[in-house]
């Protein structure tokens, strides 16, 4: 089942994507969520989902703290406290 992307979610994702990429993948919150559901990006609640999701995924991230793992290029602090990860 596809992830359902709110409007926080993309507006952040268009705030930030050049965090990520070196030029902006999508203009507009449309072509956003399109992005966001072509690369299977996901959403978590808190840190401890994000920290599962990224070790599911065979990300090694045993020796990286909290804030380092907030700081990744591919998860996106969303104002609301939940945390929207997007894999290049």
Do not use: W
């Not at 969520?33 to 994000?50: G, S």
């Amino acid at each position: 089942m596809a992830e359902t992307f709110d409007e926080i979610c993309l507006e952040t994702f268009l705030k930030k994507q050049l965090q990520l990429f070196r030029e902006e993948v999508a203009s507009n919150l449309d072509e956003a969520e399109a992005f966001l559901d072509d690369c299977l990006a996901v959403v978590c609640d808190n840190l401890k989902e994000v920290k599962q999701y990224l070790d599911d995924s065979g990300m090694d991230i045993s020796h990286m703290s909290d804030s380092e793992i907030e700081e990744s290029s591919e998860v996106f602090l969303l104002p609301d406290g939940r945390y929207l990860i997007v894999e290049a």
